[in-house]
């Protein structure tokens, strides 16, 4: 679900500032944003997962943690 809302969410920033491609690093697929848009919101998650654990100096620790 996290993966679709970061997609959808990245979609709508484009259509926004009206952009079709985020970047020519990848010609034809969209640019590296494209690539990498499902994974914003999932890793927004697993700092905040690991910071409430174990606080933001080891987030890596809070992960172990839980």
Not at 23 to 30: C, L, R, S
């Amino acid at each position: 679900m996290l993966g679709q809302l970061g997609d959808l969410s990245e979609s709508a920033i484009k259509r926004h500032f009206r952009i079709k491609d985020s970047g020519d690093i990848i010609p034809g697929h969209g640019g590296l944003m494209d690539r990498l848009d499902s994974l914003t919101f999932g890793v927004l998650l697993v700092l905040l997962v690991g910071a409430l654990h174990a606080g933001y100096g080891s987030v890596a620790e809070g992960l172990l943690y839980w």
